[in-house]
């Protein structure tokens, strides 16, 4: 009892890509009951439960190593078949990759067109911020992900990429009126006050740079503007709607145009990003890290 059946981890692959019972089974061309009774069969046979019945159902941490053995499984498959020649080896490639915004936005994309375009492949990008990219991989959402964590991912290998600097910069304007010129208050207080802009409830980084410079006291202001895209990010920096910490790429032109200001030029923080990708024979994918990690090495500090 110690193979897993072909179809059953297809099915359960199945069932968390489409995210219902119903919707895996009309891609399968199957029943909702076949596809519940697979699913069930391979719990039974692993002796865990492996998916979280909910809408969309998520796998468990047992279900994630699971998932990820199907993808990876389908990977070779479909390496077999272009090596063969077999019907359907003309097929485009495609890559599952989550990276954060901030490198999509700045010198992410840029680096996949380097990729040769023999190789023939179409990518399937995840945007989610850096300190979450690698809980897609460890679901098996992706075979590879741009992520803050150096810790290795089970069944993956990790390199280092280098360091994205973010500044705390503002609009001359929102500069004058809520910190002073000279100021009024010392940089760590005006900040707790003013309006920050930030990327999501999750990003933390303005909190971070504010309990820095207060010694671990408290964070950001309350008045707080969440903007999910990295250029709209810097426009509405740019546009006074508050302060925020800016990656130093986006930032340096709008500060020689003098259309934002560095509110701290002698702090910033780095943030260290790592790639992360499926322990494979998967040739690729390894040009695919080559050549990422060739494009961060121009663009982020990695002295």
Known sequence: MTELPLDQVRTLLAVVDEGTFDAAATALHVTPSAVSQRVKALEQRTGRVLLIRTKPVRPTE?????????????????????????????????????????????????????????????????REDQDHTAALLREGLVMAAVTSSPDPVAGCSVRSLGRMSYVPAASPGFAARWLGDPPDVPLRDALADAPVVCFDRRDDIQDGFVRGLRRGRGGASSLRHLVPTSEGFVDAVAAGMGWGMVPEVQAAPLLDAGRLVNLAPDRKVDIPLFWQQWKLDFPALATVAEIVAAAAAEVLDTA
Request: hydrophobic share 40%; charged share 30%; aromatic share 6%.
């Open 62 to 126: 047992s279900g994630e190593v699971v998932v990820r053995f199907a993808r990876q499984l389908a990977r070779l498959e479909r390496e077999a078949h272009t090596e063969l020649g077999m019907t359907g080896s003309e097929e485009p490639t495609r890559l599952s990759i989550a990276v954060n915004s901030d490198s999509l936005a700045t010198w992410f994309l840029p680096a996949l067109t380097r990729v040769p375009e023999e190789l023939r492949l179409c990518y399937e990008l995840r």
